[in-house]
């Protein structure tokens, strides 16, 4: 799913195509999720955490948690939804992020996921190293 990145750093733009619709043309609901991984990724791939090197360099993965999701508004086929990301708390193994969906002014989706930092060998939480941590940090602020 092609992607633009947002004046803002926090920001993707993603289009939605018939592949995210069911048969009325709205957005599968579970398509949001996507929508919100690929934001992050995106984002701390802008930030210079790449999630791939990470695995393999370093053993070390960021696995979702929790998300508690509430949707307000549907999106259709293609509409242009901007992805807003920010990180609410900064743990000793967890990051957790606000994430919102948006079509021009209207909110459609807003969710509140919990990603944490994960050995890649054990797969047991680990505490994350303090030049991601730094990175986060400073995307915090």
Same mark, same amino acid.
């Given at each position: 799913?092609? #992607?633009?990145?947002?004046?803002?750093?926090?920001?993707?733009?993603?289009?939605?195509?018939?592949?995210?619709?069911?048969?009325?043309?709205?957005?599968?609901?579970?398509?949001?999720?996507?929508?919100?991984?690929?934001a992050r990724?995106?984002?701390?791939?802008?930030?210079?955490?790449?999630?791939?090197?990470?695995?393999? #360099?370093?053993?070390?993965?960021?696995?979702?948690k929790q998300?508690?999701?509430?949707?307000?508004?549907?999106?259709?086929?293609?509409?242009?939804? #901007?992805?807003?990301?920010?990180?609410?708390?900064?743990?000793?193994?967890?990051?957790?992020?606000?994430?919102?969906?948006?079509?021009?002014?209207?909110?459609?989706?807003?969710?509140?996921?919990?990603?944490?930092?994960?050995?890649?060998?054990?797969?047991?939480? #680990?505490?994350?190293?303090?030049?991601?941590?730094?990175?986060?940090?400073?995307?915090?602020?």
């Open positions: 799913m092609p #992607t633009e990145m947002s004046q803002n750093a926090n920001e993707l733009q993603i289009r939605v195509y018939y592949e995210d619709t069911d048969a009325g043309g709205i957005v599968f609901y579970a398509n949001y999720l996507k929508f919100f991984e690929r990724t995106e984002w701390l791939r802008r930030l210079g955490i790449n999630q791939s090197q990470l695995a393999q #360099t370093e053993q070390v993965l960021f696995v979702v998300v508690d999701t509430v949707y307000m508004h549907p999106a259709k086929l293609d509409d242009l939804l #901007t992805i807003h990301s920010q990180i609410t708390y900064l743990g000793g193994a967890s990051v957790h992020f606000a994430q919102e969906a948006w079509c021009n002014e209207r909110l459609l989706c807003k969710s509140s996921i919990v990603v944490v930092c994960v050995d890649a060998n054990a797969m047991r939480a #680990t505490k994350i190293k303090p030049h991601l941590r730094s990175i986060l940090e400073q995307a915090q602020d």
